[in-house]
């Protein structure tokens, strides 16, 4: 592999604390929403949120992820009826009573109108393996690498000034089948995305304290 010269950045102690502090607070003003807005804009967005998303790192260059970018309305109905009849068994059979409990403040329910009101769904599919000319190659670090893209892509989104959710219906099978992906891939997270509905509303979450969540040695 050819190497080439890295293009560095170089801010002073203060600049580099500014940015912290900026950052941090642009954010931390992210917020899951699950009421959205049927208002319509360019795929483009789509795009460049998901090539954000596809520059994350990876283990070995691998880039073991699919996006599938959902804009028919007839796919998205599919994807809301299977995505409910999974989360119906949740909460009225497989879900323990604590995992209940630990949902209670959020208000969910089986109920995802979302999954049609939402403009675009992205889906992120991992790639368990590589397939070509009938041979598999490995990827590494599958799962991490596939989490870091996501978390671009919630940032990215958020950035834009668009709000997403990340919903995962268990099991998500049904999406490989409506979406006719490939064995060699198993869907990951479920995003709608959108301007959020005029009335949104989110639950008044907080967030740990530093000292709750950082140790330093
Ligand atoms: N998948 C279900 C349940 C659910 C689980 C967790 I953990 C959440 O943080 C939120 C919901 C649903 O989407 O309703």
Redesign the pocket.
Known sequence: MAFEPFEKTDYSAEELVARSVQFREQLSARRSIRHFSRRAFPREVIENVIMTAASAPSGANKQPWTFVIVEDTDVKREIRIGAEEE?KA?YDRRAPDEWLAD?EP?G?DWRKPFLEDAPFLIVVFKKVFDVEKDHRFKNYYVNESVGIASGFLLAAIHQVGLVALT????PMGFLSKILKRPENERAFLLIPVGYPAEDAQVPAITRKRMEEVVEIV
């Open positions: 989360e949740f949902l959020l969910t919903h995962t219906p268990s």
